[in-house]
Each structure stands twice: as structure tokens, then as C-alpha cells.
């Protein structure tokens, strides 16, 4: 049964067991035995959140410099450490899900299939 957790949970079976550490998976589950390297969660969900957060931010900057106009510097204190709290923050939810939809969909790596005359 195909159940999303936040906390890392294993798709088939739901007990967290899905990460090793902060943001890297684990290679299987250890309750239902689901081999997660058999999923591909590469960069996707890092290069996402970096499109998002950072289109977010960038337009929170130009809204900040054009109401205050401040000094370069507060922009550097202030988006700097929130696109990076932003992006790592929601990079094991992205991970998860990512995870999740591939092994709710059966998604594998694409092939061609060649007709031979």
C-alpha cells in the first residue's frame, strides 16, 4: 500500500526506515526489504527546489529593494541563509515524494524498443 510519510517512511511498508542519514537513503528497508537503490532520486529534487526557492527569493529581493532600498549587505544577510534553510528544509520532503511516486507508478529508467525488419 502506497502511503506518503514526511518522516521517511518505506512506500510499501510505512516504518521509517527510508534514510541512513539527514538526507541520504538507506540502500533497503529493514522492516519489508524494498531495495531503495532501485530508484532513481538523484538531483532532481535538489535542482526543483533550487528553481523554486530561488524564483521566491528573488522576488521577495526585488520587492525588498524597491520598498527599502537598503544596503547590499542586507540582502546578502538575509537571502543567503534563507534560500539555504529553504532548500535543505525541503529537500527530504522532495526526496521523499520523489521516492514515493516512482514506486507508486513503477517508474523505471526509459528504453527503446527497436524494431528490426
Given at each position: 500500500m502506497y502511503r506518503l510519510s514526511i518522516t521517511g517512511g518505506c512506500?510499501?511498508?510505512?516504518a521509517?526506515?527510508?534514510f541512513a542519514g539527514m538526507?541520504?537513503?538507506a540502500?533497503?528497508?529493514?522492516n519489508c526489504g524494498l531495495d531503495f537503490t532501485q530508484f532513481?532520486?538523484?538531483?532532481?529534487p535538489a535542482a526543483f527546489l533550487t528553481f523554486g526557492v530561488g524564483t521566491i527569493i528573488t522576488i521577495l529581493a526585488i520587492i525588498v529593494e524597491l520598498a527599502y532600498e537598503p544596503e547590499w549587505w542586507v540582502h546578502v544577510v538575509l537571502w543567503l541563509p534563507l534560500?539555504?534553510?529553504?532548500v535543505i528544509g525541503s529537500l527530504r520532503i522532495a526526496k521523499v515524494t520523489l521516492l514515493a511516486l516512482e514506486y507508486r507508478n513503477s517508474a523505471r529508467e526509459g528504453r527503446q524498443r527497436i524494431d528490426r525488419p
Open positions: 512506500p510499501r511498508c510505512a521509517p526506515t527510508l538526507l541520504s537513503f540502500p533497503k528497508c529493514s532513481n532520486v538523484d538531483d532532481g534560500t539555504i534553510i529553504a
